[in-house]
């Protein structure tokens, strides 16, 4: 057996572990009732800092003699830093963590120091309640420097977090996702003699012989050419998305999401060339063209039509093809190449939907060490930098290995193999850790001859060349993704009328691809929008949207 690295690599986010635990009673008081004393980059004695905690699927995971209350990361924190955490709130999925914390914020139960909140609604009462602590001086005190250049980046970030010029909270590891790309079957193309569109016209033709023109050779008419999603909305924002088709005809006002322009805030939906889009669309569902159960499918599930080898093109991050490549393995000849998005009707760009942050961290009242949480937190951002102690990865054994002298990231290559690898960032008290590259920049910056001498880097450099392709095509469009531009919590009339605008919606759209309503239904549809709650809504969105702009709270935080 090879030598093992330091146990320093074993546990990357500093104080992400999590214990199990019920909520304590009493009043809001923090672990620590006087901050605690820093020396040489670690506490001693050690502190602990209570946290809440979502568990999502891949989150949990733990080797034989881990768990949830010891394992990699807690034993690196405490040796490391001094600083011990236990969970006292934990839920499952979404739905459960929301009803957990909702009921400590309005019981009697402690609310933990630091409170991850994925709810806008939920981020908006706790600040009412006056139970979470108001950051501001905090983040300028006590956030590290290069962390500060990373918020800065993003100040939509804390329009949720606003009130009367306070900031009480920070987004969590804000960074614009990757981007959507176009998987297109290359084997059926070059079959068929066709190049990957690049205009809607072209978009049609290729579809229309991948239904038409038998591109898998087996004699029947059993293939379609374009697999999405239309059961939640039109724009998933991540796989199966048929945002692109929109867009096409409207630009940046995407359906289902509000977009900015020129001071004036929009909702997609119901804005100029969306008619167009459904006219499209339904003419493409008429002809066979599209998944015919496209109106019940989520977005994991209109995959398998792709996956199954019956359809020819579909959407999603970069990362998609890892998730749909077994039709290469299971259909003879099959091949997937990635494509950028075709361009708009004028001949301009096409836009898709972003995400600059998954959540936010509140932080109890009575909270007396922040410094030691931006401590931990900052050395989560080693392994997103490829700094420090988290070079490589956040554990070896667990997310990398050294093999021979080499750093390895297929399970499959460690000393012993593994079936995959341990999702140490999934342990930390957030469901997602830190990143700072973007939409792909690692993988643009090695397949321009960048020399991966860092995880982030390695990673890149390491997978397989249709995903780093993807990533690259991802990075070079990144001025095409579009953040939400009403990211607070819902306004007044949304309370009362939003449910049925957004049924209205789906509804509509949906009946009118199946040919079920005629095309002008949609212009029934707006005028409806508008008086149902829309117009009203708008003027909301819009008023909060200039509250939440105004000032100059990056600069009391240091972050301009």
């Not at 909305?233 to 509000?258: C, E, R």
């Not at 361009?343 to 998954?358: E, H, L, P, R, W």
């Not at 990143?435 to 001859?449: A, H, M």
């Not at 990211?487 to 759209?509: C, D, I, R, V, Y």
């Amino acid at each position: 057996m090879k030598k093992k690295l330091s146990l320093i690599f074993t546990s990357a986010i500093v104080a992400s572990t999590l214990l199990t635990g019920c909520m304590e009673k009493g009043n809001d008081a923090a672990s620590s009732s006087a901050p605690a004393k820093l020396k040489d980059g670690k506490y001693d004695p050690p502190i602990t800092m209570t946290i809440a905690k979502q568990q999502d699927e891949n989150a949990g995971k733990y080797k034989e003699g881990e768990n949830i209350d010891d394992n990699v990361l807690t034993r690196w924190a405490e040796e490391n830093l001094g600083i011990k955490t236990k969970t006292t709130l934990l839920g499952g999925d979404a739905a459960n963590y929301n009803t957990k914390l909702r009921l400590a914020l309005t019981g009697s139960e402690k609310l933990p120091d630091v409170v991850p909140v994925y709810d806008t609604q939920l981020m908006s009462d706790m600040i009412e309640s006056g139970r979470v602590k108001e950051v501001t001086d905090d983040i300028k005190k006590y956030m590290p420097e290069r962390i500060k250049k990373v918020y800065a980046q993003y100040p939509g970030t804390f329009n949720p977090l606003v009130k009367d010029g306070k900031v009480y909270g920070l987004a969590i590891s804000p960074n614009l996702t990757e981007g959507q790309v176009m998987l297109i079957r290359q084997d059926w193309l070059d079959k068929l003699n066709l190049k990957a569109p690049t205009n809607i016209e072209e978009f049609e033709k290729v579809i229309a012989a991948f239904t038409n023109d038998d591109p898998d050779g087996n004699g029947k008419k059993d293939t379609y050419g374009f697999t999405f999603s239309g059961k939640d909305s039109y724009n998933t924002g991540w796989v199966s998305d048929p945002v692109m088709i929109f867009s096409a005809y409207t630009g940046k006002n995407l359906p289902h999401q509000w977009t900015e322009n020129g001071g004036k805030v929009n909702y997609g939906s119901v804005a100029k060339g969306t008619k167009e889009a459904l006219g499209k669309l339904s003419e493409w569902y008429k002809q066979g063209y599209l998944n015919k159960e496209l109106g019940t499918l989520g977005a994991w599930d209109a995959l398998a039509g792709f996956t199954e080898g019956k359809a020819g093109i579909i959407i999603g991050r970069a990362w998609l093809y890892g998730s749909v490549k077994d039709v290469e393995a299971n259909v003879e000849g099959a091949k997937i190449k990635a494509y950028p998005f075709i361009k708009g009707v004028d001949g301009g760009k096409t836009y898709q939907s972003a995400q600059n942050n998954d959540g936010v961290f509140m932080f109890n009242k009575d909270f007396n060490n922040m410094e030691a949480f931006f401590l931990y937190y900052d050395k989560l951002y080693d392994a997103a930098f490829g700094t420090g102690d988290f070079q490589h990865g956040f554990a070896e054994d667990y997310d990398y290995d050294v093999v021979d002298g080499k750093v390895v990231f297929d399970p499959k290559q460690f000393d012993p193999p593994m079936n995959e690898v341990q999702g140490v960032g999934k342990m930390s008290f957030t469901k997602n850790t830190p990143s700072v590259d973007g939409p792909g920049k690692s993988f643009y910056d090695v397949s321009n001859g960048v020399k991966p001498d860092n995880g982030v880097l390695m990673r890149a450099d390491a997978a397989d060349p249709t995903t780093k392709e993807g990533y690259v095509i991802s990075y070079e469009n990144r001025d095409t993704l579009v953040p939400n531009a009403f990211n607070g919590a819902p306004t007044k009339t949304m309370e009362t009328s939003w449910e049925q605008l957004q049924t209205m919606e789906k509804e509509t759209f949906t009946k009118i691809i199946y040919g079920k309503l005629p095309l002008d239904a949609y212009d029934d549809f707006v005028k409806d929008w508008h008086e149902k709650g829309g117009k009203q809504i708008t003027e909301e969105v819009n008023d909060w949207y200039n509250n939440a702009t105004k000032g100059d709270i990056m600069s009391k935080m240091g972050l301009n």
